[in-house]
């Protein structure tokens, strides 16, 4: 008997079987798990759906059909048994066709049936509160903010020393800046430049009718002075925490600059709030103590008066504030852990106009405009020891400098440390820009619009702080 009729007979044989066993039909092919293919309880079978034989190097190629006739009617497994003239049997997997089963059931009583076995309090209640701790405060500061709102317990890790303690141990990328406009000095607004955002704040415990300026910030603390140079105030912004600082031993009417330096790595372990005069007079305001302070004086080295250049904010690094002052110019740092004064006489650089003081990895640069003919460019220069000489390190971009041209541009800095936001603006231009001192990335900034409108608001001054929301004034 040739092959070709064995074949047949034994097609005949299984189509009989799958009648009498009430199988499916070999009209489609049907699949099997191949994890099944070791329990199978019936032999498989040959069926030829080539019109002729393909020679590839093998014996000729057939495709095969694995069944299972048991009671079982579902297969999911259909291959191709290859068979080389060794004897070495191959099988290739080919995918099973996509099947759309019926959806059974509600699907909204199964997710509520989920829902209900996350949430069993029995579960939940033994969850570590300081690994709950540790997740919330690595949340963004505005979702603190949105869920501080869901229950008591939750808003009074504002007070809790733990949470404040896992605050601290996470890093702080990028501050945020907080500042006052011209259009609405009573008030302020505070920008996050990681959402590029600005947020509309006010601090009700502020005197009303008294027009109050940041001048300087720490831990996540601004120190406010008022126009009239009387009166002192800290506050987080964030939590409107607020504390009017007792009266100054000095009674000076003057402009001062003002620095402000942490006790140790978090305002929990207190701040100091340095005041100084042209003529010398300045004080320090201890937060541990509540009280001003008169700090050392200076050497004769140091010749007074002398002409401090208030557009410009100071620094501090470790335990030491920086001071600018000009005629002649240099910069007065004041080491406030040993109480001891040295001036560094620095000459500024040719053409510069505006210009402040900023802080990068421990290194002073100088951040100005320099303006020459008609062009105007912003320039960044750090600070040489050894020299004391300014050396350039950044500059704006040549395409934002075209923009300036012919213009005559102020410019205002208002933050200074690892991240810079300039405000320039003219005539006819007011303009926000963001230099990131670590990358050397200069952006610009979204413009700040009235809350009820769609109004430009012009920056007056401002100074860069980092979120801390557990700060307490």
Request: charge should be positive.
């Amino acid at each position: 008997m040739d092959e070709a009729a064995v074949l047949r007979q034994v097609v005949r044989q299984i189509q009989e079987h799958c009648q009498l066993s009430a199988s499916p039909s070999l009209d489609r092919p049907h699949q099997i798990n191949p994890r099944q293919m070791r329990t199978l309880s019936f032999s498989f079978c040959v069926f030829p759906l080539l019109s002729g034989l393909i020679s590839v190097g093998f014996i000729p190629v057939v495709l095969l059909y694995v069944l299972e006739f048991n009671n079982s009617l579902e297969y999911d497994f259909c291959g191709l048994l290859m068979k080389d003239k060794s004897g070495t049997k191959m099988v290739e997997v080919l995918e099973p066709p996509p099947c759309k089963r019926q959806r059974r059931g509600n699907p909204a009583k199964a997710i509520s049936s989920i829902s209900s076995d996350i949430m069993d309090q029995q579960i939940w209640k033994n969850f570590p509160e300081d690994l709950f701790e540790a997740v919330i405060a690595r949340l963004p500061t505005e979702s603190f903010f949105k869920f501080r709102t869901v229950c008591r317990k939750w808003n009074s890790l504002l007070s809790s020393r733990s949470f404040s303690h896992q605050i601290a141990e996470v890093p702080q990328l990028h501050p945020w800046f907080y500042a006052v406009t011209h259009e609405n000095i009573a008030k302020g607004v505070m920008y996050n430049p990681a959402r590029r955002k600005w947020h509309h704040i006010s601090i009700p415990f502020l005197p009303a009718k008294i027009v109050y300026l940041p001048v300087a910030s720490a831990g996540g603390l601004i120190c406010f002075l008022d126009l009239a140079h009387k009166n002192f105030y800290v506050s987080n912004p964030l939590t409107s925490s607020f504390k009017e600082l007792p009266p100054r031993s000095y009674r000076v009417w003057s402009r001062v600059a003002v620095g402000m330096i942490l006790n140790g790595k978090t305002a929990g372990n207190g701040y100091k709030i340095m005041w100084l005069g042209c003529n010398g007079d300045h004080e320090i305001y201890d937060s541990v103590h509540n009280s001003w302070t008169h700090c050392a004086d200076f050497p004769p080295s140091i010749k007074l008066p002398f002409s401090l250049n208030f557009r410009s904010q100071t620094v501090s690094t470790c335990s030491t504030i920086y001071f600018m002052h000009t005629e002649p110019n240099g910069i007065l740092a004041y080491d406030v852990a040993i109480g001891v004064w040295k001036q560094y006489l620095i000459p500024s650089p040719p053409h510069l106009t505006d210009h402040t003081l900023a802080e990068h990895e421990g290194q002073i640069l100088l951040v100005g405009l320099v303006t020459k003919n008609a062009a105007n460019c912003i320039y960044i220069w750090e600070m040489q020891k050894m020299t004391l000489l300014w050396k350039e390190v950044d500059r704006m971009p040549n395409i934002w400098c075209l923009e300036l041209y012919g213009k005559h541009v102020r410019m205002t800095c208002l933050g200074n440390h690892g991240l810079l936001m300039l405000s320039l603006r003219s005539k006819r231009m007011n303009r926000l820009v963001m230099c990131n001192l670590a990358t050397k990335e200069w952006q610009r900034v979204p413009e700040c619009l009235h809350p009820h409108g769609k109004k430009r608001q012009t920056i007056a001054c401002g100074t860069a702080l980092h979120p801390f929301p557990t700060a307490l004034a």
